[in-house]
């Protein structure tokens, strides 16, 4: 039967092996990701937005292990990042954008704030004002009118229905109120072409994904943000940016849509700058760089999973990305001559978001050496159990104590003492006395050698003759001395191997 204090030690080190053997299965699979990013099916994730992409351009891909792609002709899509690129970083994306690549980029909208001095990406947060808290909240009831939460706390309903309420009901657009016909169909073919251009075969079937939503009735969500608008302005919590919902109108579509955003672009004019959606400012811009092209969108909301659910802002994303893909389609088509690849690419980046997690943690906890970070530490606690286990029955001890000089000394003394016989005593120091002399000189305490003994201690010869003989009669006789006679006896010749050794100036007891 093992001690408790085994068995106990036995069952900390199995759970520690089992822990690790469940983190393989539950901590490998998912690890922590964006709420924004194109994995997350929350509202202002990415998922839908990325599922959307797959069917409509030759090849979407996802990215998180570089930040560049592959190829110099893709489009790179980079949406509501954790964090922003850093100086190298900066400057590898400037390479890619000059070098011919298409950055399609839009800020984080719980951190609007972005320098990207090098791409001209210049966003700041919405200035808090009477225009975007609007002073009051405006929620769409079922029946079609507007309930304003005013600042005296009381509801008010209007029959003015709010662009919540027209995106949950979207009308029918399809068909002209006067004619019955499609207002396209009395554009000419050259504006109907240039509207649905770049991609002509993408266009046809991102709007043929639209029709099929427009009849299942989907109905809209408001974002948590939403509870961020405050009518003061000493109220707004320092650490929120400022929300603002305006309607916008691009140069995709014909119709408006609602704009979320709390960033705005800078009102510098780049060199051939284009803007795609705008409220009462730029919302939606686009410039070449070099090679390349940047286009910048103040707010990833019109690319999140919420904003897919209505067909206009579905098509906004769908067009933006479009945009930025027909430069790389036309890159291509240059360098085809001359060159043969394939299509070029609408690359997802996800590099910016997997990167925040693993930062100050090291390398070993990112997801593609997480699996052997955990078997080293399974077999670190094998080695530790097999360390501290005993197999076996115990090994006898057959190592000595070792004593000190005193402890040896007192238990020397302790046993003569008790034998009441000093005999064995002075026989031993005799024999030591003269192999240590031997050593010295070559020869020991013999009764020729008295001369040369005298000389070394500096004792008289006849003192020398005398007490050596009376040590070895102490030695030899088998009757019983007494302890003073031994212990005088002992003292003397201390004094003497001291003398020999040459120390005569120190006197010993």
């Not at 997801?367 to 530790?384: D, E, H, M, N, W």
Request: charged share 25%; aromatic share 6%.
């Amino acid at each position: 039967m093992k001690p408790k204090r085994l068995q106990r030690s036995d069952r900390i080190w199995c759970g520690l092996a089992i822990a690790c053997i469940v983190l393989q299965f539950w901590w490998l699979p998912g690890e922590s990701r964006s709420s924004a990013d194109s994995y997350s099916t929350t509202l202002e994730g990415k998922l839908a937005l990325y599922r959307m992409l797959e069917p409509l351009f030759p090849r979407v891909i996802r990215n998180s292990e570089t930040l560049i792609p592959a190829s110099q002709s893709d489009t790179l899509v980079i949406v509501s990042p954790d964090r922003y690129p850093g100086s190298d970083e900066e400057e590898q994306l400037y390479q890619f954008v000059t070098g011919g690549g298409t950055l399609v980029f839009a800020p984080n909208i719980s951190s609007p704030k972005c320098d990207l001095s090098s791409l001209g990406i210049h966003l700041s947060p919405l200035p808090y004002t009477a225009s975007t808290s609007g002073n009051a909240i405006a929620t769409a009831n079922g029946n079609g009118t507007t309930a304003v939460e005013t600042d005296d706390g009381n509801s008010d309903e209007q029959s003015q229905p709010t662009m919540d309420a027209q995106t949950s009901s979207p009308p029918d657009t399809k068909k002209s109120p006067d004619t019955g016909a499609d207002p396209s169909a009395q554009q000419p073919d050259n504006e109907r072409a240039t509207r649905r251009t770049p991609l002509d075969p993408l266009s046809e079937l991102s709007m043929d994904h639209d029709d099929q939503e427009d009849s299942r009735g989907i109905t809209g969500q408001a974002l948590p943000s939403d509870e961020g608008l405050l009518a003061d302005p000493d109220a707004l919590p320092s650490d929120e940016p400022t929300l603002s919902q305006e309607t916008a109108s691009g140069t995709f579509t014909d119709e408006s849509f609602e704009w979320r955003t709390t960033a705005e672009i800078d009102t510098r004019v780049r060199s051939g700058q284009e803007t795609l959606v705008r409220t009462s400012r730029d919302e939606v811009v686009s410039w070449p760089l070099g090679q390349g092209r940047v286009v910048l969108c103040s707010s990833p909301d019109v690319f999140s999973n919420r904003s897919m659910m209505f067909p206009e802002t579905r098509r906004i994303a769908v067009r933006l990305i479009e945009h930025g893909y027909q430069h790389s389609v036309d890159r291509h088509a240059r360098d085809s001559a001359t060159t043969s690849s394939q299509m070029p690419a609408v690359v997802v980046s996800e590099f910016l978001n997997v990167t925040m997690s693993y930062q100050n943690h090291g390398v070993l906890l990112t997801p593609s050496l997480r699996s052997g970070t955990l078997q080293i530490v399974l077999a670190a606690i094998l080695c530790g159990w097999l360390g501290f286990h005993r197999f076996g029955p115990a090994i006898q001890d057959r190592t000595q104590r070792r004593r000190s000089l005193n402890e040896s000394a007192m238990a020397i003394g302790n046993l003569l003492y008790q034998l009441r016989s000093g005999r064995t005593a002075v026989a031993r120091y005799l024999e030591y006395i003269s192999a240590a002399l031997r050593r010295r000189t070559g020869h020991g305490l013999q009764q020729d050698q008295l001369q040369h003994l005298a000389a070394l201690s500096g004792l008289p010869e006849a003192e020398i003759r005398t007490r050596l003989d009376e040590a070895r009669r102490i030695s030899e006789s088998s009757e019983q001395k007494s302890v003073a006679e031994v212990a005088e006896m002992l003292r003397w010749l201390a004094s003497f191997h001291h003398r020999l050794s040459g120390q005569r100036d120190q006197q010993h007891t």
